[in-house]
């Protein structure tokens, strides 16, 4: 049982280049989530989902997509990539949605664009 | 929606109490407090929550004030691991499903 694993764990790219940053968990959770975290700042959330085939906006999801193709898949897409991106993106998952149920998050994606 | 608010950083000496505070006047009756702490960097990793009782268990102890505008996350005798930034958060229900909105934190620093 890997728990939430995220690829790859670092990334260098140019402004304007794409990406996909992948999100995988084998605990059969429902929801997945996808954040941001920047230098002294907490995590913020770009987008989620509570299902496979089904997406929501989270707080900053400018510039970003995101697809749920797989239960256990949750991928991040970046279209073209913009030095404000630079970040560390967490990757994190819940087994359903009741109040007593907790998120398990992934190592982090740092994701540096030039 | 509740909002956090949490003092930026605190020191605390090795074996001693460590108790970081959290305000949320702005919370509702059925929103829950969750306790997470991120060591450097790491994925953020749950310590506990709480809905109006005080709960304990192998890592911590959450006190929330019977008006629920406020609780206190106790570690009894932190140690050098224990440094890290913690987060309290209030659970915000939205388009049917549950969001976990972090704030800055508070900075622990565990001092030998």
């Known amino acids: 049982n890997a728990g939430v694993t995220q690829t790859p764990k670092f990334r260098v790219l140019k402004t304007g280049q794409s990406m996909t940053l992948l999100c995988a968990q084998d605990?059969?959770?429902?929801?997945m989530y996808w954040y941001r975290q920047d230098p002294g700042m907490g995590l913020r959330l770009i987008h989620y989902?509570?299902?496979?085939?089904?997406?929501a906006k989270g707080e900053v999801p400018d510039g970003y997509n995101v697809s749920r193709l797989k239960k256990q898949n949750f991928l991040l897409g970046l279209e073209s990539a913009a030095p404000s991106q630079t970040s560390v993106y967490f990757c994190?998952?819940?087994?359903?949605?009741?109040?007593?149920?907790?998120?398990?998050f992934g190592p982090g994606t740092r994701l540096l664009v030039l | 929606d509740a909002k956090t608010t949490q003092p930026p950083s605190m020191d605390c000496a090795e074996g001693r109490a460590a108790n970081l505070p959290c305000n949320h006047s702005?919370?509702?009756?059925?929103?829950?407090v969750y306790w997470y702490r991120q060591i450097h960097s790491q994925g953020p990793q749950y310590i506990i929550h709480?809905?109006?009782n005080n709960e304990t268990n192998e890592m911590a102890s959450l006190i929330i004030t019977e008006d629920r505008k406020s609780s206190t996350l106790i570690l009894p005798h932190a140690t050098l691991r224990d440094t890290a930034v913690y987060y309290c958060?209030?659970?915000?229900?939205?388009?049917?499903?549950?969001?976990?909105?972090f704030g800055t934190g508070t900075r622990l620093k565990v001092l030998a």
């Open positions: 994190a998952s819940n087994p359903r949605d009741r109040l007593e149920e907790t998120q398990y």
């Open positions: 605990m059969n959770h429902e929801y």
């Open positions: 989902s509570v299902g496979e085939g089904t997406t």
């Open positions: 702005t919370i509702s009756g059925n929103e829950y």
């Open positions: 709480g809905l109006k």
């Open positions: 958060i209030v659970r915000l229900p939205t388009s049917g499903t549950y969001k976990y909105i």
